[in-house]
């Protein structure tokens, strides 16, 4: 067999999402504490959930590794026991809450809140204040071309009389 002409062809699998819950964008310093190796690496959340984080590291911990997690944001600290689910040397880690204390989870909670209800802004942006004289203008310009354009397709026949002042007594209310 001559490997020199051998093809291979790959395939990209399709990414199963297999999160319950959703992440938000969160940038925050991490420090994350392996109780096991007794060793403390220091990295960037880069998304949070109410169930697990990301962290931006170079050097991440293990697959399986029982972790203590702190995160400071905005003078306010979040503690909780976590587990490395995915690990990636040069990039980071995919951590899961394992055990988070009430008061911790209020913490979280509060920023998940702001996070969720900024996310709910950004897809529904304020409807801009129109004045009520525009407004007004805009309705007549509208009755108006509407008004012209029943007469069009009346004039060519394509809406009879009887359809035709139909639809202009209904744009007159």
Request: aromatic share 6%; with cysteine; proline share 5%.
């Amino acid at each position: 067999m001559n490997l020199a002409s051998t093809t291979v062809y790959c395939q990209a699998s399709p990414i199963v999402e297999k999160r319950r819950t959703p992440r938000y964008p969160f940038s925050s310093a991490a420090e994350v504490f392996d109780l096991q190796g007794n060793t403390r690496i220091f990295g960037r959340l880069s998304d949070i959930a109410r169930t697990g984080c990301y962290v931006d590291t170079i050097c991440p911990f293990a697959n399986n590794a029982s972790v203590q997690l702190t995160v400071t944001k905005d003078h306010q600290t979040f503690k909780t026991d976590a587990k490395v689910v995915y690990s990636m040397v040069g990039m980071g880690m995919g951590l899961f809450f394992t055990s988070t204390e009430p008061d911790q989870l209020q913490i979280l909670g509060g920023w998940l809140e702001e996070l969720s209800s900024r996310k709910l802004s950004e897809q529904n942006p304020p409807n801009l204040l129109v004045h009520p004289e525009a407004t007004k203008r805009n309705d007549h310009e509208l009755r108006t071309t509407l008004s012209e354009l029943i007469a069009l397709l009346n004039g060519k026949n394509i809406l009879n009389d009887s359809e035709g002042m139909a639809l202009l007594r209904r744009l007159s209310k």
